[in-house]
Every structure is written in structure tokens, then in C-alpha cells.
């Protein structure tokens, strides 16, 4: 579903959460999935496509949840996560 119409639902009361996951194994991209109050789910599409929206950031997806309206946001990271910062060196 694109960002403009899961925005509507969620003003009108449609969803109930959201989660970041992972797009595919390698867990370098995200998807971003909506739950509704009826137990549906969906994933966030390309605004003129109906492909899902990969995200290379997890930023990223976390910001356009938060553009939708959550204020909680469900993280689903896979076993072998690897965080994104790199390690500061003490100088």
C-alpha cells in the first residue's frame, strides 16, 4: 500500500501497528509492514508501482513510519544482525 493512503488509514483508526523487517535474508534492505485492526498486514509499496519499497537505511523506514503517525515501531532483526554504525576508535 503507498504512504499517502496507509496515512488516511491510520487517521482514521485503521491500523494498529507497524514493524520494520527485514526485505530479504542478507539484511541489508527493510520493508515496512502495517497491521490493521481487522488482523491484516501490508507492506509499504513504491508510490507509482505496486513493488514493495526496499529501504537501504533502516533509518529510513523508521521515518516514513513515523510519518504515517506511529509512535511505536516494531524492529524484527534477523540472527546475524549487524548494527550499521562503525566502531569509534579512541584517540
Not at 13 to 29: I, M
Not at 36 to 61: D, F, H, M, Q
Not at 73 to 81: H, K, R, V
Amino acid at each position: 500500500m503507498r504512504l499517502k493512503m496507509l496515512k488516511e488509514l491510520f487517521s482514521a483508526g485503521v491500523l494498529t501497528g507497524v514493524t520494520v523487517e527485514p526485505f530479504c535474508a542478507d539484511a541489508q534492505s527493510w520493508k515496512l509492514r502495517v497491521h490493521k485492526v481487522n488482523g491484516e498486514s501490508a507492506v509499504v509499496t513504491v508510490a507509482a508501482k505496486s513493488e514493495v519499497k526496499v529501504y537501504i537505511r533502516l533509518n529510513a523506514a523508521l521515518m516514513d513510519a513515523h510519518r504515517l503517525g506511529f509512535r511505536d515501531i516494531a524492529i524484527s532483526l534477523p540472527e546475524d544482525f549487524k548494527h550499521e554504525d562503525s566502531q569509534r576508535s579512541h584517540a
